[in-house]
């Protein structure tokens, strides 16, 4: 393959509803450019994009895909990413190296939540977009319906560019607002017959071409000034102002195909060849760390970005690399910023699919992927050496909404499973795995149940360790909400030397920036962040000598372990005040033992007479849901003891805004999936912790009573 420099390379993202067509569409891209010669199907498992074992069994991506094609002298890099939204963060990987989403959009079904999402994601990291509304060969192609769904959820800057002649069975046909010809397409062949629009379809297309034209003016005062003035503007500086407002976002040209059947999609990468920003034509969505901007310059030195890593059958770890800066050949020395390490680029490979050809080179703006490199981590960035230390801004990825426990069959294999986790989380950055400490439970965090399977299918046909999923304990915490004294005395004579100690104290629950206690006069102080959130004071109020300095420590290590077994349920307890004032020793039974048992006792006492109250975890919750399935989501979520915080209409959907606790919102993808039919969606996000309700209280304090029975 020659060498393509940056204005010569364009970069698009296949993204959009699940099953909307773009394994289909990325197929069709193929072999219009002569990379297979039969389209393969999904249904078939055959296709250059859905390759993996666990795609072939599920009819469906699970992973981003690289393909490319080369149209007019152009190289098109493509992402075929997986639309069903468990694999949302495949999305924003792919968006960290494109320029362009393609969204398509299935003509049977308008707007979905995969269309929202990649929408969503688009805006979050300012990715052009372009429509590709496909299926228009499906009986129930509704284009008008389409297209109203799409302006209602996105608005005017959705611009037709194309719209068919006949859609439904039989679609061969569409008008193209932009070359004013029609293109016909006969079975098969992908190529397009180019015709003068035909008499009944001119009224149609010169409205239509109008609002492209007003569309195109808009994101330009020069331009805007002349269609004021003559009411047109030349196809020239229409496509001018048409890929200007692309690469700005203010417009969303919408183009029409039938992937399966190959009509349109030849067109379509003529477009994109045409009217896309390349990488160093666009406004960058990396950046890096020092705050300079990504310049896909190709006179510098060498950085890239590695927004992907996979580990392949067969093949081992291959590493997915977006060039930023400079040129790339083989045999390069580099160097990882992210860690330091030296790396040599024994091989650069384009990829399509899981097919790879090598080139000796490659430019800035282009997409390449190679293998064996020693430890290099999705994310991380490489430079050449005179570049070392250059690190690209970490890209957010979605906050997992799913978390499960996780542990071996086998607890033999719970090494295996612990090394199994981590290889496959560095590979997917929506997924997590981390040791919950209190729970002492392995705790994965994903985006769903279905995200989880994929993980499970993994650990079992290419790990090989047997394991399973279990529910995950809630981090509860214990406070109090008044102020309480106690006091305790702790005396033992049993044969030998005895024990004796004796401790007053007074506590108050603890909040920022409360003043000091008055009751007694403090002469020290001691604050302690507690590792799990919250605080601990400590005051010194002992006068005349009661109870010796020596002893103190020995009284706040009593006091600890409370906390970190508080007295109701054994979880941590925070944000506590607590005032030492009295007490009394022995002169020779007094010891550290003593104070120690005496202080936790003590505490223990004023901490149950101080209105104790368990606390939870709250998170704050956005659920997105069309309109008229409200009503559902909202009595489940009453159900879950969410609190609904606010309400916002976005196109045909609802947005609700609302605080719910961790304990009630296990398996909720789940849940919202069945209410909604699969087109609801929501991301959650730790917020603080509140107290539970008293029969939640009640609850937990019996099971806690149960469990510790069951102990003794
Ligand atoms: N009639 C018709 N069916 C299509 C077209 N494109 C795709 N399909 C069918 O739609 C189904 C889904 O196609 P895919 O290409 O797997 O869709 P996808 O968007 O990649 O799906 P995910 O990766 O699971 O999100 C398959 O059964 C395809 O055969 C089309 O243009 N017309
Ligand atoms: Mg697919």
Same mark, same amino acid.
């Given at each position: 393959?020659?060498?393509?420099?940056?204005?010569?390379?364009?970069?698009?993202?296949?993204?959009?509803?699940?099953?909307?067509?773009?394994?289909?569409?990325?197929?069709?891209?193929?072999?219009?450019?002569?990379?297979?010669?039969? $389209?393969? /199907?999904?249904? &078939? %498992? =055959?296709?250059?994009?859905?390759?993996? !074992? *666990?795609?072939?069994?599920? #009819?469906?991506? +699970?992973?981003?895909?690289?393909?490319?094609?080369?149209?007019?002298?152009?190289?098109?890099?493509?992402?075929?990413?997986?639309?069903?939204?468990?694999?949302?963060?495949?999305?924003?990987?792919?968006?960290?190296?494109?320029?362009?989403?393609?969204?398509?959009?299935?003509?049977?079904?308008?707007?979905?939540?995969?269309?929202?999402?990649?929408?969503?994601?688009?805006?979050?990291?300012?990715?052009?977009?372009?429509?590709?509304?496909?299926?228009?060969?499906?009986?129930?192609?509704?284009?008008?319906?389409?297209?109203?769904?799409?302006?209602?959820?996105?608005?005017?800057?959705?611009?037709?560019?194309?719209?068919?002649?006949?859609?439904?069975?039989?679609?061969?046909?569409?008008?193209?607002?932009?070359?004013?010809? $029609?293109? /016909?397409?006969? &079975? %098969? =062949?992908?190529?397009?017959?180019?015709? !003068? *629009?035909?008499?009944?379809? #001119?009224?149609? +297309?010169?409205?239509?071409?109008?609002?492209?034209?007003?569309?195109?003016?808009?994101?330009?005062?020069?331009?805007?000034?002349?269609?004021?003035?003559?009411?047109?503007?030349?196809?020239?500086?229409?496509?001018?102002?048409?890929?200007?407002?692309?690469?700005?976002?203010?417009?969303?040209?919408?183009?029409?195909?039938?992937?399966?059947?190959?009509?349109?999609?030849?067109?379509?990468?003529?477009?994109?060849?045409?009217?896309?920003?390349?990488?160093?034509?666009?406004?960058?969505?990396?950046?890096?760390?020092?705050?300079?901007?990504?310049?896909?310059?190709?006179?510098?030195?060498?950085?890239?970005?590695?927004?992907?890593?996979?580990?392949?059958?067969?093949?081992?770890?291959?590493?997915?690399?977006?060039?930023?800066?400079?040129?790339?050949?083989? %045999?390069?020395?580099?160097?990882?910023?992210?860690?330091?390490?030296?790396?040599?680029?024994?091989?650069?490979?384009?990829?399509?699919?899981?097919?790879?050809?090598?080139?000796?080179?490659?430019?800035?703006?282009?997409?390449?992927?190679?293998?064996?490199?020693?430890?290099?981590?999705?994310?991380?960035?490489?430079?050449?050496?005179?570049?070392?230390?250059?690190?690209?801004?970490?890209?957010?990825?979605?906050?997992?909404?799913?978390?499960?426990?996780?542990?071996?069959?086998?607890?033999?294999?719970?090494?295996?499973?612990?090394?199994?986790?981590?290889?496959?989380?560095?590979?997917?950055?929506?997924?997590?795995?981390?040791?919950?400490?209190?729970?002492?439970?392995?705790?994965?965090?994903?985006?769903?149940?279905?995200?989880?399977?994929?993980?499970?299918?993994?650990?079992?046909?290419?790990?090989?360790?047997?394991?399973?999923?279990?529910?995950?304990?809630?981090?509860?915490?214990?406070?109090?909400?008044?102020?309480?004294?106690?006091?305790?005395?702790?005396?033992?004579?049993?044969?030998?030397?005895?024990?004796?100690?004796?401790?007053?104290?007074?506590?108050?629950?603890?909040?920022?920036?409360?003043?000091?206690?008055?009751?007694?006069?403090?002469?020290?102080?001691?604050?302690?962040?507690?590792?799990?959130?919250?605080?601990?004071?400590?005051?010194?109020?002992?006068?005349?000598?009661?109870?010796?300095?020596?002893?103190?420590?020995?009284?706040?290590?009593?006091?600890?372990?409370?906390?970190?077994?508080?007295?109701?349920?054994?979880?941590?307890?925070?944000?506590?005040?607590?005032?030492?004032?009295?007490?009394?020793?022995?002169?020779?039974?007094?010891?550290?033992?003593?104070?120690?048992?005496?202080?936790?006792?003590?505490?223990?006492?004023?901490?149950?007479?101080?209105?104790?109250?368990?606390?939870?975890?709250?998170?704050?919750?956005?659920?997105?849901?069309?309109?008229?399935?409200?009503?559902?989501?909202?009595?489940?979520?009453?159900?879950?003891?969410?609190?609904?915080?606010?309400?916002?209409?976005?196109?045909?959907?609802?947005?609700?805004?609302?605080?719910?606790?961790?304990?009630?919102?296990?398996?909720?993808?789940?849940?919202?999936?069945?209410?909604?039919?699969?087109?609801?969606?929501?991301?959650?996000?730790?917020?603080?912790?509140?107290?539970?309700?008293?029969?939640?209280?009640?609850?937990?304090?019996?099971?806690?009573?149960?469990?510790?029975?069951?102990?003794?």
């Amino acid at each position: 393959m020659k060498v393509y420099n940056t204005s010569q390379i364009k970069n698009i993202a296949l993204v959009g509803g699940n099953k909307s067509g773009k394994t289909t569409l990325a197929e069709s891209i193929a072999l219009n450019a002569g990379i297979i010669n039969r $389209m393969g /199907t999904v249904e &078939a %498992g =055959n296709t250059l994009s859905d390759y993996r !074992d *666990i795609e072939i069994e599920r #009819k469906s991506s +699970a992973v981003g895909t690289v393909l490319y094609a080369e149209v007019n002298d152009k190289k098109i890099n493509v992402i075929d990413v997986p639309g069903f939204t468990d694999f949302q963060g495949e999305i924003v990987s792919a968006y960290s190296a494109v320029e362009t989403a393609v969204v398509a959009v299935n003509a049977q079904n308008g707007v979905e939540v995969g269309t929202e999402l990649a929408m969503m994601y688009a805006e979050k990291m300012h990715t052009p977009v372009i429509f590709a509304v496909n299926q228009l060969d499906a009986e129930k192609a509704d284009f008008n319906q389409t297209i109203a769904s799409l302006k209602e959820n996105f608005g005017e800057k959705v611009t037709l560019v194309q719209y068919p002649v006949n859609a439904g069975t039989g679609f061969d046909s569409f008008i193209d607002l932009l070359t004013q010809k $029609m293109y /016909t397409y006969s &079975a %098969g =062949n992908g190529k397009a017959q180019i015709s !003068d *629009i035909p008499e009944q379809e #001119k009224d149609r +297309a010169e409205e239509l071409r109008s609002q492209l034209v007003e569309n195109a003016a808009t994101g330009d005062d020069e331009l805007m000034e002349k269609f004021f003035d003559q009411g047109d503007l030349s196809v020239e500086d229409m496509r001018k102002g048409l890929k200007e407002g692309i690469a700005t976002r203010s417009i969303y040209p919408v183009l029409c195909i039938a992937a399966k059947e190959n009509k349109g999609v030849d067109r379509m990468m003529e477009f994109v060849s045409n009217n896309v920003p390349s990488a160093d034509e666009s406004q960058s969505r990396l950046e890096y760390k020092d705050g300079n901007k990504v310049s896909y310059n190709n006179g510098g030195d060498f950085v890239g970005y590695v927004f992907k890593a996979a580990n392949e059958q067969h093949v081992g770890e291959v590493t997915y690399i977006k060039i930023l800066e400079g040129e790339i050949a083989t %045999g390069a020395d580099i160097v990882n910023s992210t860690n330091s390490s030296k790396e040599r680029i024994s091989q650069i490979n384009i990829n399509a699919g899981k097919n790879r050809t090598t080139v000796d080179k490659a430019c800035a703006g282009d997409i390449i992927s190679t293998i064996k490199l020693k430890d290099v981590k999705l994310g991380a960035t490489l430079t050449a050496a005179k570049n070392a230390g250059v690190e690209v801004k970490p890209v957010e990825y979605p906050e997992p909404i799913y978390t499960t426990a996780i542990r071996a069959v086998e607890s033999s294999e719970d090494e295996k499973l612990g090394a199994a986790l981590n290889d496959y989380t560095s590979h997917d950055p929506a997924m997590q795995n981390y040791i919950a400490r209190e729970a002492k439970q392995t705790i994965v965090a994903a985006m769903g149940e279905f995200h989880v399977n994929t993980l499970k299918w993994y650990l079992d046909n290419v790990y090989k360790v047997k394991a399973e999923f279990y529910s995950p304990k809630i981090p509860y915490r214990e406070t109090i909400t008044k102020e309480a004294e106690a006091m305790y005395r702790h005396k033992k004579q049993s044969g030998g030397a005895g024990q004796f100690g004796e401790v007053h104290l007074y506590i108050q629950p603890y909040y920022e920036g409360m003043p000091n206690q008055t009751k007694y006069p403090i002469r020290g102080t001691e604050t302690i962040e507690l590792q799990w959130g919250g605080k601990l004071i400590f005051n010194n109020c002992i006068v005349g000598g009661a109870i010796d300095a020596r002893f103190m420590p020995a009284i706040l290590k009593g006091i600890m372990e409370k906390m970190e077994e508080g007295p109701l349920t054994g979880s941590y307890a925070r944000d506590i005040v607590v005032n030492v004032f009295d007490g009394k020793m022995h002169p020779v039974d007094s010891n550290e033992m003593a104070f120690k048992l005496a202080g936790r006792n003590a505490f223990k006492e004023a901490f149950k007479n101080a209105g104790p109250k368990i606390l939870e975890p709250v998170y704050d919750l956005e659920v997105n849901v069309p309109a008229d399935m409200m009503g559902g989501v909202m009595t489940d979520l009453q159900g879950r003891r969410a609190i609904v915080m606010g309400m916002d209409s976005k196109g045909n959907h609802q947005v609700i805004k609302a605080k719910a606790p961790l304990a009630e919102m296990n398996r909720y993808s789940t849940s919202l999936s069945s209410l909604t039919s699969g087109r609801g969606m929501f991301s959650m996000k730790y917020s603080e912790y509140q107290a539970v309700p008293t029969d939640v209280q009640n609850a937990l304090l019996k099971a806690y009573e149960e469990a510790s029975k069951d102990e003794e």
